[in-house]
């Protein structure tokens, strides 16, 4: 069947002088796209369509259709492309008169292969784009420019010029080219072209085609971004002024789609002046900015010309007939919320407004808008908003009400009459929805604890609501008793809770519900201690218990805000994408950009490197909160708080070796925290202190991370040093204090050792030794001096505590990290490198350190199995010096090649630890003192040469 | 050619809207309203001003009703009843179901209550009504060969159109009364980009700039809500079309939102009647309405029920929603007298009441009492909430029309004179477009686009075919570094496509005009190309030169070479930027030569003597007129340099 259908094909192709039918065509492509026809009948097909596509009296529609026919068979059969590729590259085609079959050609070319494959002349490709007469060659050539690998200049130069073009189309796929270009910006050094480009889309704003309208907006804030990027100081204030004046412009626009793009464009750009921008959220121009210009540099007129052009854009977004435009405006208004008080201030009424909106997903987005300005603590409610604001509590949808919710946590009030009012909101929402209530309770325990005052008040007012009737029933089945007792019992832990007192038995009643209140704040505390606090603060007649009480259950507020900040992403965006229709184009911001934004009014000069560390740092910060929550014996939320501050430092991204160092080096400490946080669960609070061989793998796992922070990185500064150093000595006197391991000696020698390092340092420096080394120096004189077993545990864990709690560590010197890659080209388990057995074999590696001294002494490690681990020495000053990048290719020998037909090789390569004692050698020629090592281990493939 | 407009009604007022505008001898009509606050003549458009002979077939070409309130269509039965107009008349489909119902009522008002005689009859509507052609969105009808008319959306009512009128190439665009700004309801008006020469558009509001409209909503639900909760009852007093169902759209919606279970009420009549037809008319109303239609017709209320005269003393909480709106008699009035006594109950009142209404008695002020007649008197200790609603857009939106269409002209229209004038000056001066507000019975001529028809060479044609674009470069300093730039600031690059440029029009006597090629010209004139250049032959002072050269002045062709060489240093000097070419007889820069002269009197020389005591040379320069500016400072370069200062070392000798 095959044959003969390829039988009658081809007779009719090959007859020249009529056009093959298309009948004979369609035949062909059935045999193509059939996955079975066998590889001979493909091969004479493409020979075929290769021969035919040579012939000059081919007609247009047949010249396509045997393109067509060309890319299906690429695609289906990808070993052939090539082939293909060069037939289509050698037929005459791309140097015919008709410059419709040449593009199409080219587009084919493009639509299968890749942009190195088919680097086509960029000359020729320019005298197509000229010599194209009809609309769609062009088109097709300017959409698949990209693909086509031509050079970055000339296409810049082709898709500026067709801006003119009189089709829109054509017009339209010029701009999407250059908005593609632009990600290729470091090409354009010179600032007039980019200003050209720019203001070439400017122009095209006013298009009379609303495709090309919208795809000038995104021209316009892409490059625009460009511009700002270029300038400095004031200037980059200025132009991004600009930028975004002129998006405004378009949010009248009668499209729809321009307007969503202008909105969507006008939250991508981030620093705008804050009278600017309230002049977006009013329509009549302000007196307040007229004033300010006075002295500036516009006549009053052409100021009022020029601020009525952007004058209510976001109020004209925000009334948008179209939900799409109304959330992205809600969206881009968002972003630019926490910039300015005055701006969120007065933002907050149209957005309060827009929770009366009738799209859910408007609403949400309203609501999510909110809870970002709550984040960053500009979100001042007025008694105006809570009608609305309450009524989202109300909402008959569970993710408004969520949502809504979920601000109330974080908000803060003025006065007593919004908190009752919002109470008030909260107890209806219980009332009308009782599936929320956990969600309920830990708000209401939230706002309890931030407003200690007020809600003391609250209790006091409904105390005889709460108390028991006669018959000493308690009505503790209302969930609404239930509610104004955790209000009772957050109002303690408070701040600003000044002399209310809190009855205690309503901590006794509270008791009575321990099982639902503590479930509805697992995220905060944990059962135990709830009860803990509970019954502390029921046993106590008067508040003197208040230090007690902070003792045993200090949340602080800076950890749950920070736990919350990290939400902001997360938990709405989710059920966000649910809204199937709805969903939104918007990107979200990560809370690492937002808060570099936060401040990056200031700085807007600051480097890169700069903006690194400060975000570094923002994460350092952060671990020490996490700890005060291992303090307070929740570690798993601290856990959890040390990965999402490890995902937030993944979002960062490093260009220079200086901020990729200092990233490391807080992965790093991250690790060493999260494995203390563990340590601590066991050796302190004794949770789990069965399990002792779990312990011992983590102090082994715990001394390794430290030995790599204190060797693999360099640069610090003393304190940094000193903080380092401090550290070890902390996991060593923990292991020390911990009985079932026996007080090893070794442990004690390092400590030691360390101890004496940090006096130096210490007297170097000229800094106070910390509380807990002084303890540990007088333990270990102590120790050593009767030389008997005694008992490590004399160690005073309580100043443990402190010494994570009162050191704040920051990264300030610039530290590099000592790193190495290695490869063992060409290797994989399918292609493995050849041995003879008994003989040595040489492994070549591509090695690439970075930041390695020549004081450092590397080793090549081997490792076959667990015991035997082939050393190799690699002399720095033999591969010929060091550099911050040092790359060079290795001629590793392994002698000890095993009777076998395949074996594997780990390789790796370690540092010695110049400070660390010497050890006894294990192996002759080996390293001396322990290693760190630079990297994950390689797995390298050898197999036996086959004889014959 | 031009457009004659000529102003019948609300010219510098509102009402009677009715305007006849002639385009390229094509008359339409647009409107045809009546005043509502006149009994005499001057309730109708003096249309004796159309046609004296009231022949008003022949002088007029169409009419076009752009929405169904009485100030834009009450006049229609009497014109072309009364008047005898029997030509086209355009509407929107759903002004055309609803503008007999408000005529009909009008007419009742006038014969039943004021027992007036009436203008018309019901006949005269309903024959009236059989001339109307309907017309839908965006449809483009052609009402005879040359005039074209479109319809777009315009928001303010349900089936409210703006319409654009085109004959030849002329066009403009006539937007009765309209709203920018989406409500519940109605969308937003809607219209493409179009090249207009003139635009006529409604100002009513045209100083007011209207803030968000949300402010508003939240307030009347805030006060409805607060009412119910309280136990009170909610009489809302509204016009059948329109604010009705825009109330209540907000009020079912917040209902479902918050699972409210108070009954929300439709007195029967008009508003129920009206009802049907905006669930028969989706395609009309907002985005939202037109979404949601597929599940559920906004207008098939939840949580709205019928009401009956029993419940009016039920007990428990209720909204209640009656005609008329002002209060002035009907159904509104008998609710509000028995619910207007208690502190509980609240009343909204409409935006606004005609004087001598309730309503208005209520708006003024908050009276304790009022005086119906004088056996009646109510005690009024209700709430009173003032609702703002305006369907009309407000002079942002009057402006942002303006400046997306960008017209030749602007008429305005359907507003009071102070306010227009103002917002006519904001129109002339921020978008540089010249505006009128004419009287009533005023014309006002505008020139109009005249296009003539021109045959393209081919050649032309394949040149305009083939892209052939250049850039230009600015100069810096032609940018200034405002902070804020106008948006059409000039760039630094330019991107110019020269394809039209390149053709020549060509109009003969007694021939069609053509258009073609530069080069097809030079055929076409059996001529050649001709080059313009610029010739000078400029002096330059040369004072040691008689110590060797001979006295008479002629120089020798070393002499002659050293000068040249000498020119050139000094001119590299003098211009580091510039790029100049020593090519021995001459010296360049770009098109820019200069030589030494040796004739005595070139023709290029302007001052023929040289004066005797201080030896000249002649530099005889020619350039193109492309580099004029460049050729200028050259020249009045050289002719500051005073040569001899570098002559000594070689002439010493």
Known sequence: MEHHLLHICLQSLKDNNNPPSLQALASLRSLIINPNTSDSTIYSILETLTHSLQLSTNSLTTHHHILKLLTDLASQRTHLSSQILNSIHSSSLLFTESTQIAAESLTSLASFSNSDQNKIDDQLFMSLCFAATSASARLRLLRNGERLGIGTHMLFTVFLGFTKDPYPYVRKASLDGLLGLCKSCDLFEDISVTEGCYCRAVELLQDNEHSVRSAAIRVVCEWGQMLIAAKEGNDKIAQSNQVFVQICSMVRDMSVEVRVEAFNALGKIKLVSEDILLQTISKKVLAILKDKNSHGQCTAERFEILASSYAGAFMHGLEDEFHEVRKSACNSLRIHTILYAEFARRSLSLLMDMLNDDSMAVRLEALEALHHMATFDCLNVQEIHMHMFLGSLLDSCDLIRSTARKIFKLVKLPDLKLFRL??????????????????????????????????????????Q???????????????????????????????????????????????????????????????????????????????????????????????VLNRTKKDVNNPVEAPMLQTGNETSKVQPVTSCELEYLATSIVECQADELDEVMKSVNLILARVRDAWLLVQSRCTNVALRALRDCKRELAMLTSTSLESSGAMAFTLQYLQVMKLFAKIWEHAVWKIRSNETGGLEYLFGKLDMRLRELRYRYIGFSTEEELYVLELIAVACILRLSKVEISCSPTTMKKLSAIISHIEILNDKGSIEPSNILMDAKKTVHEIESSKAGISCSLFLITNLDDFFTLKQFSLCSRVRHINAELNVPGNDSENPLRFVSGLPVAIPLDITLYNVSSENRLWLTMRMSEESTQFVFLDLNILGGCNEVKKFTFMAPFYRTPKACSFSLWISIGMECALEDCHILKHCGGPRRDLVYLFQEKEVHLCLVRRG | MAIECLVLGAGQEVGKSCVVVTINGKRIMFDCGMHMGYDDHRRYPDFSLISKSRDFDHSLDCVIITHFHLDHVGALPYFTEVCGYNGPIYMTYPTKALAPLMLEDFRKVLVDRRGEEEQFTSLHISQCMQKVIAIDLKQTLQVDDELQIRAYYAGHVLGAAMFYAKVGETAMVYTGDYNMTPDRHLGAAQIDRLELDLLITESTYATTIRDSKYAREREFLKAVHECVAGGGKVLIPTFALGRAQELCILLDDYWERMNLKVPIYFSAGLTIQANMYYKILISWTSQKIKETYATRNAFDFKHVHNFDRSLINA??????????????????????????????????????????????????????????????????????????????????????????????????????????????????????????????????????????????????????????????????????????????????????????????????????????????????????????????????????????????????????????????????????????????????????????????????????????????????????????????????????????????????K
């Open chain 1, 422 to 463: 919002s109470i008030h909101g909260l107890l209806q929402n219980l009332e009308r929805y009782s599936k929320d209530e956990a969600d309920v309770f830990s708000v209401l325990f939230f706002m309890g604890r931030s407003h200690g005052n007020f809600a003391a008040h609250i209790v006091k007012e409904v105390s």
């Open chain 1, 465 to 559: 609501e709460i108390e028991p009737v006669l018959e000493g029933q308690l009505g503790l089945d209302s969930a609404r008793v239930a509610a104004f007792l955790v209000l009772a019992i957050s109002a303690p832990l408070s701040q600003n809770q000044n002399g209310q007192i809190i009855p205690p038995r309503l901590f006794s009643y509270a008791v009575t519900l321990l099982g639902r209140i503590s479930c509805a704040l697992s995220e905060v505390v944990d059962q135990d201690t709830l009860l803990a606090y509970l019954s502390q603060c029921s046993r106590s007649s008067t508040l003197g218990a208040e230090v007690e009480v902070e003792s045993l259950l200090p949340v602080v507020d800076d950890v």
């Open chain 2, 315 to 652: 007990p428990g909480p209720c909204v209640l929603f009656a005609t008329p709106g002002m209060i002035s008699g009907g159904f509104s009035l008998e609710v509000f007298k028995q619910w207007a006594p208690c502190e509980m109950n609240l009343i909204t009142l409409p935006g606004y009441c005609v004087a001598g209404t309730v309503g208005h008695k209520l708006m003024s002020g908050k009276p304790t009492k009022i005086v119906l007649d004088k056996d009646t008197q109510i005690d009024v200790r209700c709430q009173i909430h003032q609702l703002s609603f305006s369907p009309h857009t407000d002079s942002k939106g009057i402006m942002d029309l303006a400046r997306f269409l960008s017209p030749k002209n602007v008429i305005l229209v359907h507003g009071e004179k102070p306010k227009m004038v103002s917002l006519k000056e904001r129109i002339q001066s921020e978008l540089r477009i010249p505006c009128y507000l004419p009287a009533n019975c005023d014309t006002v001529h505008i020139p109009s686009t005249t296009y003539v028809k021109a045959h393209a060479s081919n050649a032309f044609i394949r040149s305009c075919l083939n892209p052939n674009f250049r850039f230009l470069k600015r100069s810096k300093e032609e940018n200034s570094d405002q902070v804020l730039r106008n948006t059409n600031s000039t760039a630094p690059l330019q991107v110019n496509d020269e394809r039209v440029a390149e053709g020549i029009l060509i109009m003969e006597k007694g021939k069609k005009a053509r258009v073609v090629h530069q080069d097809d010209l030079l055929l076409m004139l059996r001529q050649k190309k001709h080059d313009i250049q610029f010739g000078y032959c400029c002096a330059a002072q040369l004072d040691n030169l008689e110590e060797t050269g001979d006295r008479d002045g002629a120089l020798s062709h070393s002499d002659k070479c050293s000068c040249l060489q000498l020119l050139f240093k000094e001119l590299s000097n003098y211009f580091s930027g510039v790029n100049i070419q020593d090519l021995g007889e001459h010296l360049q820069v770009e098109s820019f030569q200069v030589s030494v002269c040796l004739k005595d009197n070139c023709p290029y020389r302007i001052i023929d003597s040289p004066r005797k005591e201080a030896a000249t040379i002649f530099f005889c320069c020619s350039w193109s007129a492309a580099d004029e500016k460049l050729a200028r400072e050259i020249i009045s370069a050289i002719e500051r340099f005073n040569l001899s200062d570098n002559l000594p070392c070689k002439n010493s």
